[in-house]
């Protein structure tokens, strides 16, 4: 058994607490902390967990092992140091921090005190995406020629006037980096990260924000394949997420519930992730907390086996990286950019 803290009581903490509650025979909350009084209460109010006033005690507390860390962007740095400073293992909410030498940082300062560090890109632990991937390595599409990733949610305005929300200072960007990291992820894991991209980013009439609320990029991977990426939270009502796949020898396309599979032999079959709810539309947590329990195992499974959780922090490097080519070629009025591992 191992016992957890959770830091950070937000909007990101019901999927952990139902992940949590169905982990229950392998890890114990120890206690959840928040600096808000009001927003403490509330929790307890509601999941009768035990609660924490005091950060530094829980670091102090030897019996517990790791920590959930699910607070704004910006706290994460700090937060990482201290726990690992602390000899706690640490699962943090996406993404990394504000910015890539933040985020570089992190990973280094738990690197450098031995502690594990897993990031939650949960759609990893998706059971199509875990499909695709085997049939992407046994060569069953062939030789990858197309890819396109489209994540198309819906956010009110309401969203955006949270404080802090859409932030550079807080969040570090806007829909790739808040909401299309997910579809990212996920495709970088089918493909690996393109070697170039020309994108462009911008705020739109939709909403009134600081950071960029629609992208479009192009991508040139290293087979010479093509892709194109885009994202908005303007796309009322919201609709599922899609990552394309097409190759020499079928396709593949991923949605928000599974993906087909089709092959220029005839077959063609679906493998179903079993489980509803996709978070497009203007409740950002209405899905299943299936694949956060599967992450979850899988981090507390890191914890004991003594290697490194399957979404590490050194993985999560590699969307950051996507992102900020993106970013920077809008930048540049769309120039094409390298991408950095």
Excluded at 51 to 78: F, G, K, R
Excluded at 214 to 239: C, D, E, K, W, Y
Aim: some cysteine.
């Amino acid at each position: 058994m191992t016992r957890v803290a959770i830091i950070g009581l937000g909007m990101a903490v019901k999927p952990h607490v139902a992940a949590l509650h169905a982990l229950r025979h392998r890890a114990e909350v120890a206690a959840c902390y928040s600096p808000s009084p009001e927003r403490r209460a509330a929790f307890a109010g509601t999941h009768g967990l035990p609660i924490a006033d005091d950060l530094d005690a829980i670091l102090a507390d030897p019996s517990i092992e790791a920590v959930l860390v699910l607070t704004p962007p910006s706290t994460h740095l700090d937060l990482v140091r201290r726990a690992a400073a602390a000899g706690k293992h640490v699962l943090l909410e996406k993404p990394l921090e504000i910015d890539a030498g933040r985020a570089r940082s992190l990973v280094e300062a738990a690197e450098g005190a031995g502690v594990r560090l897993g990031i939650v890109l949960q759609n990893r632990f998706r059971p199509s995406l875990e499909g695709a991937r085997g049939l992407l390595r046994e060569g069953t599409l062939g030789e990858l020629v197309s890819v396109s990733a489209r994540l198309s949610n819906y956010r009110p305005q309401s969203y955006y006037d949270e404080p802090g929300r859409g932030t550079r200072a807080r969040d570090g960007g806007g829909v790739l980096l808040t909401q299309g990291i997910h579809t990212l992820d996920a495709m970088i894991a089918l493909t690996g990260l393109p070697e170039e991209v020309a994108g462009f980013a911008a705020t739109s009439r939709a909403h009134r924000m600081e950071t960029e609320d629609v992208a479009h990029a192009a991508l040139r991977f290293a087979n010479g394949a093509l892709g194109a990426v885009s994202a908005t939270t303007a796309a009322f009502p919201g609709f599922p997420d899609a990552i394309d796949l097409f190759g020499t020898l079928g396709s593949l396309r991923l949605d928000s519930t599974g993906a087909d599979v089709a092959l220029l032999n005839g077959r063609q079959w679906r493998i179903d992730d079993g489980s509803a709810g996709n978070g497009a539309g203007a409740d950002p947590m209405a899905f299943s907390s299936a694949n956060h329990e599967r992450l979850i195992a899988d981090f507390l499974d890191s914890v004991s086996e003594g290697r490194e959780p399957r979404v590490s922090g050194r993985e999560a490097l590699k969307v950051h990286a996507l992102i900020d080519a993106i970013l920077a070629s809008s930048e540049a009025s769309g120039a094409p950019r390298r991408v950095g591992g």
